[in-house]
């Protein structure tokens, strides 16, 4: 190379390809928006053939737009992975694009039907359904994707949860309570899925800009708002970790990059919840 040649170009055009993504199937569930679809992007780049999936239609077609429109090897895939036949029904989609194989599962679908909330002002029905929406949309396309992955070999799986769930945070007992529940099934499920070399892993998230959840929480005055502004002024770097940045991490757990890491779940929270906030 010439001395003082101007390699920015090489380098934008490499930085966001993660090596060993090519031409590997994935899909990411609750890949439409936020860190799904930051998820998305960077397989997207790094040569994957990727399904986003979501519930709904319109926010789907916006996604793919997103990823680059009319490329052949961008998908949506429509659907709730609440629904167990949902979640296998898109999982197939998704597979049938590698002839059966699914090298790749981002586990990120999986919205409560609200934020956080004091345990004592919830309603019995509010505690149940919390555990389903949380859990559930996480798990049920893990379950449904075995054969696919196996398959594949050598495939990985990416939950994602939350850093409620190793420090607790003030409204949100059952969001921690859940998410701890996808620790655990992350560590479980990687000595499982280790018989046919398949490694699982889990993102464990705090508050993260460029999200829809970011959007809702600083867009009215409720509780969450007032929680999660107090937690914006604890951030050791002066600001919350974006999707993007989410997204980095997600694409190398999921790479040959990580052929080592299994049953982990790395935290990306800016430091935050170094002993607590
Ligand atoms: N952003 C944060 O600050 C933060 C912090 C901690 C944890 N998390 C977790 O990280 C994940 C992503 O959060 P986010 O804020 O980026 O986005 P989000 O609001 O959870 O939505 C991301 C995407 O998931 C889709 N989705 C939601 N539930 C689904 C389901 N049951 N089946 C299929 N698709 C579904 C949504 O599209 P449709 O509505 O069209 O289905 C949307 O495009 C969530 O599980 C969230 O709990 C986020």
Same mark, same amino acid.
Request: hydrophobic fraction near 45%; proline fraction near 5%.
């Given at each position: ?56 239609? *319109?926010?789907?077609? /916006?996604?793919? !737009? +997103?990823? %680059? #429109? @009319? ?53 019995p ?18 379950? *449904?994707?075995?054969? /696919?992955?196996? !398959? +594949?070999? %050598? #495939? @990985? ?5 939350t ?9 949100e007992?059952?969001?921690?309570a ?9 560590k ?72 080592q890491v299994?049953?982990?779940?790395v ?11």
């Open positions: 190379m010439t001395k003082g040649a101007d390699t920015t170009h090489e380098s934008a055009a490499t930085h966001d390809r993660i090596p060993g993504l090519e031409d590997r199937n994935a899909l990411v569930t609750g890949g439409t928006g936020g860190i799904g679809l930051e998820i998305a992007r960077k397989l997207v780049a790094s040569g994957a053939t990727v399904t986003v999936n979501g519930r709904n239609a *319109a926010r789907g077609a /916006a996604a793919l !737009a +997103a990823l %680059g #429109g @009319a490329s052949n090897s961008v998908f949506f895939s429509e659907g709730n992975v609440r629904d167990y036949e949902t979640a296998a029904r898109v999982v197939a989609d998704a597979a049938s694009r590698g002839g059966g194989r699914l090298d790749v599962l981002v586990s990120a679908g999986a919205e409560g039907p609200s934020g956080p909330k004091p345990f004592h002002e919830m309603t029905r509010e505690l149940e359904d919390g555990f389903a929406a949380r859990v559930l949309p996480r798990i049920f396309p893990v379950h *449904a994707a075995v054969p /696919a992955l196996r !398959a +594949a070999g %050598g #495939g @990985a799986v990416l939950l994602i949860t850093d409620a769930a190793r420090h607790p945070t003030p409204g007992a059952i969001i921690g859940t998410g701890a529940a996808v620790i655990l099934l992350t479980a499920l990687a000595r499982e899925f280790s018989r046919w070399n398949t490694r699982v892993n889990a993102l464990a998230l705090t508050l993260t800009s460029g999200t829809p959840s970011w959007d809702r929480i600083f867009s009215a005055q409720t509780f969450e708002n007032r929680l999660f502004s107090k937690a914006l002024t604890r951030f050791p770097f002066g600001r919350a970790p974006t999707a993007e940045e989410v997204a980095r991490v997600a694409a190398f757990l999921v790479s040959p990059q990580a052929s299994t049953g982990q779940t935290s990306v929270n800016g430091g935050l919840s170094f002993g607590g906030w």
